[in-house]
């Protein structure tokens, strides 16, 4: 009897995604987010130095500028507020675009090291992988917000008791569409050693040319172009969601801003981190020579 030779065939990734199941989705999202919060929980400079940047401003800059720029009734707030209490969601969002950068920065170094190979061969799809890595960043991000809020509350910055909870959907939108546009970013840095010098042409505009600081009637005052580009500025309508949700409010512009912002950057990250279509299939593979 005449052995029968077995032709093997190598699993495609539709067949390793069919036979993982929900089970296996759900293994690997977990283990995204876990890996995001267990990086960020063992980097504790990382969570210091996000705090130490917007505590500089609420006790230092804010105090010393409260008499300057007494802020006017405007919505959400229903009275005059002191500086301190109007500058309180921009720094909530300077948080979540810090960490969003670094959260990126990790996505580099990952290529460099060749880390990131293991996750984009995986056979579940490249969106699945690149938004769980997003949902971790934006715990993340949570995490970092509420001990903020928790600091401010002793500064007597006290918001009605609802707003902690209303504010959570906006910072998690807010942060899934920061994180999105560091993740696209990060596709098109080439070396670690740019990344510090790219962030700051993002970080720093995005963050003076918004109403983090300023209300937006101010600097129409002062400027009518920085008004328009302050409106344009993504990071605006993060602020804004924030700052209306805070005080149990809904912005339904900012809202669909952010939504739509968000949206277009992980679109394009995604097309960024395709290996056939996007910057990394021109660059070559993960973790050759960036």
């Given at each position: 009897m005449k052995p029968v030779a077995i032709e093997r065939v190598a699993p495609t990734p539709e067949s390793l995604r069919a036979r993982s199941g929900f089970s296996g989705y759900l293994a690997c999202f977990n283990g995204i987010v876990w890996r995001e919060v267990l990086r960020f929980v063992h980097q504790r400079e990382r969570f210091l130095s996000a705090l130490v940047r917007p505590l500089v401003w609420l006790f230092i800059f804010?105090?010393?500028?409260?008499?300057?720029?007494?802020v006017s009734i405007i919505e959400p707030y229903e009275t005059y507020v002191l500086y301190e209490v109007f500058v309180t969601p921009g720094l909530i969002g300077m948080i979540l675009l810090f960490n969003a950068m670094q959260s990126s920065l990790s996505m580099v170094y990952d290529r460099e090291t060749g880390a990131m190979r293991t996750l984009l061969i995986s056979p579940f799809p490249r969106w699945f992988l690149l938004t769980s890595k997003l949902i971790g960043s934006g715990a993340v991000?949570?995490?970092?917000?509420?001990?903020?809020?928790?600091?401010?509350?002793?500064?007597?910055?006290?918001?009605?008791?609802?707003?902690?909870?209303?504010v959570m959907p906006a910072l998690f939108l807010s942060s899934l569409m920061l994180g999105a546009l560091a993740l696209f970013i990060s596709s098109i840095i080439k070396q670690l050693e740019n990344f510090a010098g790219v962030m700051n042409f993002v970080i720093f505009p995005m963050f003076f040319a918004s109403s983090a600081l300023y209300p937006l009637w101010r600097i129409k005052e002062a400027s009518p172009l920085l008004y328009e580009i302050c409106r344009i500025n993504p990071f605006t309508h993060a602020v804004e969601l924030i700052r209306f949700a805070l005080y149990v409010k809904l912005d339904v512009g900012s809202f669909m801003a952010v939504l739509a912002y968000t949206v277009v950057f992980l679109a394009a990250a995604i097309y960024a981190y395709n290996p056939s279509k996007g910057l990394l299939g021109r660059r070559g593979p993960p973790g050759g020579a960036a």
């Open positions: 804010a105090a010393g500028f409260r008499q300057v720029l007494g991000s949570l995490l970092q917000a509420y001990v903020f809020l928790v600091i401010a509350y002793f500064w007597e910055i006290e918001p009605p008791p609802l707003g902690y909870l209303t």
